[in-house]
């Protein structure tokens, strides 16, 4: 055996347990929007860890805060104040709604912190509301609430009994959301695009028509953004490229840019609910994940970046939404999404195409078992964004 990728892929096997299925190459460096192989063999990357290095791989800004935090302190505990913690909070709340803001290391850590605060803000206000709406399709994690809040059963399985309270609606479908609202509902807990269920967009007026249902019955609006959040819609955040604020927000994936952080952004009256004690981590919001989550916010909000991705956004839809005209009729059943997340749906399964992508060069990722998802980071230049669609078209069988 001497391809590396193989002996390194070998290792891995004997010594890790079986949840993944990688792809076949072991990544050994990256910079920008590419990545390099244990061969030496360079890759355009359009999935970006999955919707996280959106800055990127190596961004010379990020690896700056990061080296320097790592000189100066790493942790500590939030038994004591820090600072650059502060600062990545300060930064959301001056960019969002949010006036308050909870760190944990994860997506699923930051979905667990919120649901957890939803119940527990209608608790302290005296009102017995438990139960959550979301929806089929829809993924929030894998701890045990966040994967009980996820509406794909697959994912369930050997896992139960599931935290009680979650009634899954299919996406969309308001008059579904009414009839499972009740005086014992806490909240509704939606991504604002669905991406792991196959990047589904909300059709128009259901992220409207939540937030006017969750007034209506007094329960809090939960946006799941750790996917959408941090420019992958183009805007900071997805809700506000959807013009819908929510009462909780939770973030991760970009907000490191690959370090683990995750967050939960909300009112300072919400965030009242969880008093000293009640809930925590011991990692969470440390120096070294919130130095680099503030350099990213910095970058993303003073960097002009998200000024410059409109011209890949524009290339990228562009060619996407005309892709089923060049590749064999029938081949593509449709083509979803907005800024840098895309879901192309196939006749057939997503993975033989993943791998003609990667052995011409260019790394995508599936979003269920027929959607070819598209995550790329937003600082891909039109040219890359031109070079990466030439292949995914190739592998389709364009002409
Ligand atoms: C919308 C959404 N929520 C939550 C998660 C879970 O995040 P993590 O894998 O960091 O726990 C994901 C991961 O893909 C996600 O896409």
């Not at 949010?98 to 005296?126: M, P, Q």
Request: proline share 6%; aromatic share 6%.
């Amino acid at each position: 055996m001497t391809d590396p990728n193989q002996r390194i892929a070998a290792r891995f096997q004997d010594a890790l347990v079986g949840n993944y299925a990688p792809q076949p190459v072991a990544l050994v460096s990256g910079e920008g929007c590419h990545v390099v192989d244990a061969a030496g063999r360079r890759y355009l990357d359009l999935m970006a860890g999955v919707s996280t290095c959106a800055l990127g791989h190596c961004h010379p800004k990020l690896a700056a805060a990061l080296e320097a935090q790592a000189r100066k302190l790493w942790h500590v505990s939030n038994h004591f104040f820090t600072e650059p913690v502060v600062r990545a909070a300060e930064l959301i709340c001056a960019h969002s709604f949010a006036e308050k803001v909870f760190f944990g290391n994860s997506g699923t850590e930051a979905n667990e912190a919120a649901l957890k605060l939803a119940r527990r803000y209608h608790r302290l206000r005296g009102e017995d509301r438990f139960e959550f709406v979301a929806f089929d399709r829809g993924f929030h994690g894998r701890t045990l609430f966040a994967l009980s809040a996820t509406g794909t059963p697959a994912y369930w399985e050997g896992f139960e009994p599931l935290v009680p309270g979650f009634r899954h609606v299919s996406f969309g479908d308001l008059d579904g959301v009414k009839a499972q609202l009740s005086e014992r509902t806490a909240g509704i807990l939606v991504e604002p695009i669905q991406g792991e269920g196959g990047v589904h967009l909300p059709p128009p007026g259901f992220l409207e028509g939540l937030r006017r249902l969750a007034d209506e019955n007094g329960c809090l609006l939960l946006f799941d953004e750790v996917q959408t959040g941090l420019g992958r819609t183009g805007s900071l955040f997805g809700y506000q490229h959807f013009g819908v604020t929510p009462d909780i927000l939770t973030l991760a994936k970009a907000l490191g840019n690959g370090l683990p952080i995750g967050a939960v952004a909300t009112t300072a009256e919400i965030a009242s609910a969880l008093t000293p004690g009640s809930h925590g981590t011991t990692l969470g919001g440390n120096p070294l994940a919130t130095a680099v989550a503030a350099a990213v916010l910095e970058e993303l909000t003073e960097g002009g970046v998200l000024e410059r991705a409109r011209a890949t956004a524009a290339r990228l839809a562009e060619r996407l939404e005309t892709l089923p005209e060049r590749v064999p009729e029938g081949r593509v059943q449709a083509v979803r999404g907005v800024g840098f997340l895309w879901g192309i749906e196939l006749s057939e399964p997503a993975r033989p195409v993943i791998d003609r992508c990667r052995e011409r060069g260019v790394l995508v990722i599936p979003a269920g078992a027929n959607v070819l998802r598209l995550a790329p980071p937003v600082v891909l230049n039109p040219e890359e964004a031109d070079a990466g669609l030439d292949v995914i078209e190739e592998a389709l069988g364009a002409e």
